[in-house]
Nanobody, 121 residues
Framework: QVQLVESGGGLVQAGGSLRVSCVAS????????MGWFRQAPGKEREFVAA????????LYANSVKGRFTVSRDNAKNTLYLQMNSLKLEDTAVYYC??????????????WGPGTQVTVSS
């Protein structure tokens, strides 16, 4: 059974930085693409970033491009999202997701419970 557990969320001032992590278990982490999604209050869940199985290719939502960096450490079964120059509108619950293939195609098959990121002015 796949388990994804996020950590590292918290409260940060606008313009600051935060790194969230996601540890995976129950499946060979290195065989699957991974992604980050977020959901702000009153809004639908949206795509943030994704990374292929070996980390060679990444994809970002336009709203975070140039500010966020997704990476992975397959030896540690861990996915990261480095968030810089945070804005108020980045406030959301951030979810880690595992795709069913080596590339980020289709919808993820597994989700973590999420971690809250709050950006204050």
């Amino acid at each position: 059974q796949v388990q994804l557990v996020e950590s590292g969320g918290g409260l940060v001032q606008a313009g600051g930085s935060l790194r969230v992590s996601c540890v995976a278990s129950g499946r060979t982490f290195s065989n699957y693409a991974m992604g980050w999604f977020r959901q702000a209050p009153g809004k639908e869940r949206e795509f943030v970033a994704a990374i292929t199985w070996l980390g060679s290719t990444t994809l970002y939502a336009n709203s975070v491009k140039g500010r966020f960096t997704v990476s992975r450490d397959n030896a540690k079964n861990t996915l990261y999202l480095q968030m810089n120059s945070l804005k108020l509108e980045d406030t959301a619950v951030y979810y880690c997701a595992m795709y069913m293939t080596r590339v980020y195609s289709g919808s993820p098959g597994h989700w973590g419970p999420g971690t809250q990121v709050t950006v204050s002015s």
